[in-house]
């Protein structure tokens, strides 16, 4: 018989939120036996390093927003950036901090929490009809952002208190007893949050902050790579969350951050393999470079490799990118050009395959569930 977890968090409709814990076993398996050997994702130091800056932009990107990590690199460092740009980025950075800081998750503390990630960021509308913990007024939330269709709504505002206090209680009751159900939990409060949306704005950003807030005073620390996660897959990450406040069954929502989390640890591993294996020091950029061009689903080429970078930053011509991005990984041999297309980038400089170089990634391939290393390092 499946077996059926029910929480104590209530939907409102008559039910709770639950899921189905076998399932999810298979998925769950999967990451445990990834990571067995992989100590140096355990440690606080992956963690971290994976936070800031990374999860920043992932965090911010989720929500449609691409500034690229030389410009949260800027902001952290005071640097000279625009005025508009500096809130969205200050803000996660300190939020971050402060979870590294802190560990008591409760009304008072997640309240602080959300004023650092919300500084500046809140319209007149919102700033007028924020009570002292959480919104006073009705919040509408778009079905995939779409216009067309009958929004949701959140949580009442006149019920966001008990709702809030049942979720802490939820948080504070130490019954997990395993790293996978530390890392389960985590994402039923990331659910949670956003299904009561507490407040009018900034409940995504806030909700996986708390998530991760939750992995770090567990020390789970692997699964931090969540908004990476997310990122790569979007529109999946609203449907299951739209699917799940249809039943309060988050199983599929729970699933989706499984499969998700596996794949960026299995990049991340190659990632960190190269960077054994190369004399060279590799920045968080480049880095990024290796980890767009293994995320690449059609042909392996530096026009697509300067696509996909163009989804997930500040656009630039393509031109720039191969000069700026591409180019520094080819010279350093981490990226091999094995031969040009018939098309062109610019009018003097032709399109290019690439492969990774095989001699810097000695891992089994068998080692990886959704990663298909060898179609990144063989010859076509």
Same mark, same amino acid.
């Given at each position: ?7 104590? %968090? ?47 932009? *992932? ?18 460092? /005071? ?35 959300? *004023? ?119 529109? /999946? ?16 929502? %729970? ?21 054994? /294996? ?27 490799? *300067? ?14 990118? *191969? ?58």
């Amino acid at each position: 018989m499946e077996k059926t977890v029910k929480t104590q %968090l209530e939907t409102g409709y008559g039910n709770t939120v639950f899921y189905h814990r076998d399932y999810l076993n298979q998925f769950e398996e999967d990451i445990l036996k990834f990571l067995e050997d992989k100590n140096y994702m355990r440690k606080f130091k992956f963690a971290k390093d994976m936070m800031i800056p990374i999860e920043i932009q *992932a965090n911010n990107n989720i929500e449609g927003i691409t500034d690229d990590l030389s410009v949260i690199g800027n902001v952290m460092q /005071n640097k000279e950036t625009s005025d508009k740009i500096k809130p969205r980025i200050n803000n996660l950075y300190n939020g971050y901090r402060y979870i590294l800081t802190h560990k008591q998750i409760n009304k008072e503390s997640v309240k602080k929490l959300y *004023a650092i990630i919300s500084k500046d960021l809140l319209n007149q509308h919102d700033r007028l009809n924020m009570g002292t913990y959480y919104r006073q007024k009705p919040v509408y939330i778009l079905k995939g952002g779409r216009l067309d269709v009958t929004p949701y709504l959140g949580i009442d505002a006149d019920k966001i208190d008990y709702y809030m206090d049942e979720l802490f209680d939820y948080i504070n009751n130490n019954n997990q007893t395993s790293e996978m159900d530390s890392f389960i939990k985590s994402q039923v409060i990331h659910f949670y949050f956003v299904f009561i949306h507490p407040y009018f704005d900034m409940n995504g950003r806030t909700s996986r902050t708390l998530s991760m807030w939750y992995l770090l005073n567990k020390k789970t620390y692997p699964y931090i790579i969540l908004n990476r996660a997310i990122s790569f897959d979007k529109q /999946n990450y609203e449907n299951k969350i739209i699917t799940a406040r249809q039943r309060g069954d988050i199983t599929l929502f %729970l699933q989706y951050m499984l499969v998700q989390v596996l794949k960026e640890l299995e990049k991340e591993h190659v990632i960190h393999i190269i960077k054994q /294996n190369t004399p060279y020091k590799l920045s968080k950029e480049e880095s990024q470079m290796i980890e767009y061009f293994i995320s690449l689903n059609g042909n392996l080429t530096i026009k697509n490799l *300067a696509t996909i970078y163009n989804q997930y930053n500040d656009k630039k011509r393509i031109l720039d990118i *191969a000069k700026e991005k591409i180019d520094p990984l080819i010279e350093k041999e981490i990226l091999l050009n094995i031969g040009d297309t018939k098309k062109f980038i610019t009018p003097t400089r032709h399109n290019s395959n690439l492969i990774l170089n095989p001699s810097l990634v000695d891992i089994n391939p068998k080692e990886f569930k959704y990663l298909k290393l060898e179609r990144y390092t063989k010859k076509r």
